[in-house]
């Protein structure tokens, strides 16, 4: 009897554990458009909460918002299919493309400048050439040579020329930026925003993008090309979620995990733009630096953003499986959003979260 009574309780356990299981949601994601959550109370919001967010956005100038949670679009307002220049955004979609060539060994990040016959007008310097791939991506070259598509503020920042060793300063340079778009074409022997549409935007059923919406910066100080591109809310809401399951779209891979894990990790303290923390062109957050995130809100180590000038942003929080995606019509002169009001804004989203 007492044989009986254990087996019981052991198929009844097992029961338990396999409906635990068939419960259990697959992770979410949209198919060829989003779905939209039926109330935000369904995922954890609180639909006056963000009734309050949306009223302050208003006073800003925000042109749009699309808050991904789950998988799902929990709220969106303003003109989420209107393609804006992405400014600096470009530079965490070259990042993760960079993920298969280095799986592949196409490209080793570990060589360096010269071994890649790298140069630039006036030429570099020796000390210049020992700058590697992956110092490149971390911006941290010491090659501070003047570049394409920098703001009057990137240069006020900027260091002498030749006061740093390679590998040894963190400053947010457009040269290395734009030497690893030059690098990845080279590579690839693919253009920026081909590779962006194949690889990237098709996968995971951008609804807007093709490779028509990029175009590359040329000019006099620099042979090395930037590569701004335009694109709409709700696709970088997709590229978000990309990052935020690690690479994987559905069943398919479409960055290596390992390759999105190190990318998004803290590698630099970025102090010197008044902010926390720098990876592989992602801002990423770190508890106990200086400088928060963004100001106004408290935002959880391992997250991290893909920012444009201006007010844009792709901000992901995997703490809270939760994806903010903010723009600014940046084609109206003068338009912008400064950090301090989208870490407002940041704060009143979080805020609304019940569930944290």
Same mark, same amino acid.
């Given at each position: 009897?007492?044989?009986?009574?254990?087996?019981?309780?052991?198929?009844?356990?097992?029961?338990? %554990?396999?409906? @635990? @299981?068939?419960?259990?949601?697959?992770?979410?994601?949209?198919?060829?458009?989003?779905?939209?959550a039926d109330r935000?109370?369904?995922?954890?919001?609180?639909?006056?909460? %963000?009734?309050?967010?949306?009223?302050?956005? $208003?006073?800003?100038? /925000?042109?749009?918002?699309? +808050?991904?949670?789950?998988? !799902?679009?929990?709220?969106?307002?303003?003109?989420?299919?209107?393609?804006?220049?992405? =400014?600096?955004?470009?530079?965490?979609?070259?990042? $993760?493309?960079?993920?298969?060539?280095?799986?592949?060994?196409?490209?080793?990040?570990?060589?360096?400048?010269?071994?890649?016959?790298?140069?630039?007008?006036?030429?570099?310097?020796?000390?210049?050439?020992?700058?590697?791939?992956?110092?490149?991506?971390?911006?941290?070259?010491? !090659?501070? =040579?003047?570049?394409?598509?920098?703001?009057?503020?990137?240069?006020?920042?900027?260091?002498?020329?030749?006061?740093?060793?390679?590998?040894?300063?963190?400053?947010?340079?457009?040269?290395?930026?734009?030497?690893?778009?030059?690098?990845?074409?080279?590579?690839?022997?693919?253009?920026?925003?081909? @590779?962006?549409?194949?690889?990237?935007?098709?996968? #995971?059923?951008?609804?807007?993008?093709?490779?028509?919406?990029? &175009?590359?910066?040329?000019?006099?100080?620099?042979?090395?090309?930037?590569?701004?591109?335009?694109?709409?809310?709700?696709? %970088?809401?997709?590229?978000?979620?990309?990052?935020?399951?690690?690479?994987?779209?559905?069943?398919?891979?479409?960055?290596?995990?390992n390759w999105v894990?190190?990318?998004?990790?803290?590698?630099?303290? @970025? /102090?010197?733009?008044?902010?926390?923390?720098?990876?592989?062109? &992602?801002?990423? $957050?770190?508890?106990?630096?200086?400088?928060?995130?963004?100001?106004?809100?408290?935002?959880?180590?391992?997250?991290?953003?893909?920012?444009?000038?201006?007010? =844009?942003?792709?901000? #992901?929080?995997?703490?809270?499986?939760? +994806?903010?995606? =903010?723009?600014?019509?940046?084609?109206?002169?003068?338009?912008?959003?400064?950090?301090?009001?989208?870490?407002?804004?940041?704060?009143?989203?979080?805020?609304?979260?019940?569930?944290?």
């Amino acid at each position: 009897m007492s044989f009986l009574r254990i087996n019981h309780s052991i198929i009844i356990s097992i029961f338990i %554990l396999l409906l @635990a @299981a068939s419960c259990k949601q697959s992770p979410e994601y949209p198919g060829e458009t989003w779905n939209f959550a039926d109330r935000p109370e369904d995922f954890g919001f609180s639909s006056e909460g %963000l009734n309050e967010a949306r009223e302050y956005s $208003a006073t800003i100038n /925000t042109a749009a918002v699309v +808050i991904v949670r789950n998988g !799902v679009i929990v709220d969106e307002w303003g003109e989420v299919e209107e393609k804006y220049n992405t =400014h600096s955004i470009r530079k965490s979609f070259l990042s $993760a493309m960079y993920g298969n060539y280095v799986k592949e060994g196409l490209i080793d990040i570990d060589i360096t400048l010269e071994e890649m016959g790298i140069d630039d007008r006036e030429g570099l310097s020796d000390e210049e050439m020992k700058a590697t791939i992956r110092d490149c991506l971390k911006s941290r070259s010491g !090659v501070y =040579h003047p570049a394409l598509y920098e703001t009057q503020g990137m240069r006020d920042l900027k260091p002498e020329r030749h006061s740093m060793r390679a590998g040894t300063h963190w400053y947010y340079n457009n040269w290395d930026f734009n030497v690893a778009g030059t690098i990845f074409m080279e590579k690839t022997g693919k253009g920026v925003f081909q @590779a962006l549409e194949e690889e990237i935007a098709k996968p #995971i059923q951008m609804e807007h993008f093709t490779a028509d919406d990029g &175009w590359y910066v040329t000019g006099d100080e620099s042979v090395h090309e930037a590569y701004p591109f335009r694109i709409t809310a709700r696709d %970088l809401a997709r590229f978000g979620l990309l990052m935020l399951r690690e690479g994987k779209w559905k069943d398919e891979v479409i960055v290596p995990a390992n390759w999105v894990r190190e990318s998004v990790r803290y590698h630099s303290d @970025a /102090t010197l733009y008044g902010r926390d923390g720098y990876s592989y062109m &992602w801002w990423v $957050a770190r508890d106990y630096n200086k400088y928060p995130h963004l100001p106004n809100v408290n935002i959880p180590e391992g997250s991290y953003s893909a920012r444009g000038a201006r007010g =844009h942003y792709v901000l #992901i929080i995997p703490d809270y499986d939760l +994806i903010i995606v =903010h723009r600014v019509n940046t084609d109206i002169s003068g338009n912008s959003v400064s950090s301090t009001e989208f870490g407002e804004l940041t704060n009143m989203i979080l805020e609304s979260l019940l569930e944290m």
